[in-house]
């Protein structure tokens, strides 16, 4: 599960990486590390409640009050 949970974040790492750099220099740095912030934030509680969900259904888990808002961030800052 925590597999999971790593490979979720590695797969989501290189659009964080590039969005957050592009959105800080060429849009505003201050917001762009608010929501780089915010963004890490939330991918730390989506790995807890993924952790925490064994054995739950998805409806259940929780983990799409985490997942949902990080994917707007990321494709805001794209």
């Known amino acids: ?25 060429f849009v505003n ?4 590390a608010a929501l780089s912030l915010t963004w890490a934030v939330l991918r730390r509680m989506y790995a807890s409640a993924y952790r925490a969900s064994v054995g739950k259904p998805l409806s259940q888990s929780g983990i799409t009050k985490f997942t949902i808002p990080a994917y707007f961030i990321l494709n805001s800052m794209l």
């Open 1 to 25: 599960v925590a597999l999971r949970a790593q490979t979720n974040q590695i797969e989501q790492l290189p659009g964080f990486l590039c969005g957050s750099m592009f959105f800080s220099v």
């Open 29 to 32: 740095g201050k917001v762009g």
